[in-house]
């Protein structure tokens, strides 16, 4: 069975260099990497080029930003494997990341392999000596680590792109249509490992974080829109909305004073704190993407 490894990026040029590493040294030969350049800015271009002659990579280069789950879909069109390996270009994986994943997939045909994560701030405790999993997903599609075959995929649908924001529930959104299928899941605890390389905070991260906390409100209202009550269950957005009431999140999240505080609290003995305001504005930004949805359904 060949396995083809899809894995979007866009401006990762900082990590993508460790993670290809990985990816592109695996225990088994019959396998291929289809990297999707979402149109980066940064040094990912010059890096994929410089690698361009490893036979086992492909490159897809993207002119208009379009989001991961675009990239995905494009990725699993051109893919040539029968099995599909959903992966991040921020993560690195075990030098039998790939065959644990093929192995799982002959011995049981139709299933969703779900593997677990590792999160580290830190790129040198990726050795995989002392592995276990800090993060578990049980009963959905998580992209970052899972592996479908493709046959399944294209008859799902692929990834719904009309679902409004970037990020944000697509990849769970798609598990639902494939159990509705009739596929399983089945998890990787002690195979499949993988570390997700979680960057420290510091401005440009907290920017990003409220980015996406807002995608991620926008593409829960289209989520629940789409699934009811069983989506509304995993996204919760009524609760977010609640919580964000509760705290009055919009009379001072977005106020620069706030946002001036939890800059200043990431280098300061204050930083305990921060977890506390990060959950609020968390709440704040989830609920304006919902609230945003909802008006221009």
């Given at each position: ?39 980066s800015?940064?040094?990912t ?61 002959q ?35 998580v ?56 960057l ?62 939890l ?35």
């Amino acid at each position: 069975m060949k396995a083809s490894v899809i894995l979007p990026t866009h401006n990762r040029a900082y990590i993508l260099k460790d993670c290809l590493q990985h990816i592109l040294n695996q225990s088994i030969p019959d396998y291929e990497v289809i990297v999707i350049d979402d149109a980066s800015t940064d040094e990912t271009p010059a890096l994929i080029s410089s690698l361009k002659s490893n036979n086992l990579l492909k490159h897809i280069k993207l002119e208009k930003q379009s989001g991961p789950y675009v990239a995905r879909n494009i990725g699993i069109k051109e893919a040539k494997g029968e099995l599909i390996i959903l992966l991040d270009s921020d993560v690195l994986v075990h030098k039998d990341f790939v065959k644990d994943h093929v192995t799982i997939h002959q011995q049981h045909p139709n299933i969703i392999l779900q593997g677990m994560m590792n999160y580290t701030k830190d790129v040198r405790k990726a050795t995989f000596k002392f592995f276990y999993p800090n993060a578990l997903y049980w009963g959905v599609l998580v992209s970052q680590n899972t592996s479908v075959k493709k046959e399944h995929f294209i008859k799902a649908g692929l990834f719904d792109e009309s679902m409004g924001a970037l990020i944000g529930y697509k990849d769970i959104e798609m598990g639902l249509r494939l159990k509705e299928l009739g596929l399983k899941f089945m998890y990787a605890i002690k195979s499949c490992k993988a570390y997700h390389i979680d960057l420290p905070y510091g401005n440009k991260r907290l920017s990003e974080y409220i980015n996406k906390n807002f995608e991620r409100g926008r593409s829960a209202y289209f989520f629940v829109k789409k699934h009811g009550t069983k989506a509304e269950r995993i996204a919760r957005t009524q609760k977010i909305l609640a919580k964000a009431k509760f705290l009055n999140t919009d009379k001072w999240v977005e106020k620069p004073s706030c946002m001036k505080f939890l800059e200043n609290c990431i280098d300061s003995p204050i930083y305990p704190l921060f977890p506390l305001f990060r959950k609020a504005v968390k709440y704040h930004y989830r609920a304006k993407g919902i609230r945003e949805a909802e008006m221009k359904k």
